[in-house]
């Protein structure tokens, strides 16, 4: 089974960006939906930005929308979350997570995390105002 770990969270000031790195490995060859969630204290753990790795379909948070770009390289074995104009609202523990799609599944993945069955450790963002 795929094995997740992210990378690149931090502390910035509201205004500024990160760029959030998850790295695959394992059983990479199956096709996946994946993407990142992210949970705040006192708060349901919510999905972010969640892509097809066949297709590219994508689906984002409305509070994120303009803001985030999900992403993945070439081989999908490497996930990023690129980040801008944070606010103190973005501020929470930010999880890539993983499940099997089929492969002629097409239009916006499911963003429930009771659909994904794999969880990387979480990398903390935090935004000070």
Known sequence: QVQLVE?????????????????????????????????????????????????????????????????QDNAKTMLYLQMNGLKPEDTAMYYCAARWCARGARGPPSSSALEYDVWGQGTQVTVSS
């Open 7 to 71: 990378s690149g969270g931090g502390s910035v000031q509201a205004g500024g960006s990160l760029r959030l790195f998850c790295a695959a490995s394992g059983n990479t060859y199956r096709t996946y939906c994946m993407g990142w969630f992210r949970q705040a204290p006192g708060k349901e753990r919510e999905g972010v930005a969640i892509i097809r790795t066949n297709g590219g379909d994508t689906y984002y948070a409305d509070s994120v929308k303009g803001r985030f770009t999900i992403s």
